[in-house]
């Protein structure tokens, strides 16, 4: 009976969540966003044209890559998958084989 009561409550959640059917996003950074945290945590830092093009290319690579590589969470989303290693696998393995089975049934 527990089990049943943990899903129903599991559901609940979710459907009372901001994040509802949007369980993870990309992160969205900007070189603008990076450059004000850097002036914010460095004030001291050199603003000469020359520096501030260097800065602005590498700025510009950081966002790139951090956009690529991190996520926001659904903290229910989160929650689910710290609790269950096996739904995290499932989903991995899912991810691991995406269109897969759409080139097979091509082959056929």
């Known amino acids: ?30 070189a603008e966003d990076i450059r ?10 050199d603003t000469s044209p020359a520096f501030d093009l260097n800065m602005q290319n590498l700025l510009s690579s950081m966002a790139t890559a951090a956009q690529n590589s991190l996520l926001e969470g659904c903290p229910i989303f989160i929650d689910r998958l710290r609790s269950n290693p096996k739904l995290a696998q499932r989903i991995k393995e899912m991810m691991q084989n995406w269109g897969k089975e759409e080139e097979e049934e091509k082959k056929d």
């Open 1 to 30: 009976m527990s089990d049943v009561l943990d899903e129903a409550q599991g559901i609940i959640q979710c459907k009372g969540c901001p994040w509802y059917k949007a369980c993870i996003l990309p992160m969205r950074f900007t």
């Open 36 to 45: 004000r945290q850097l002036q914010q945590s460095t004030p001291g830092i």
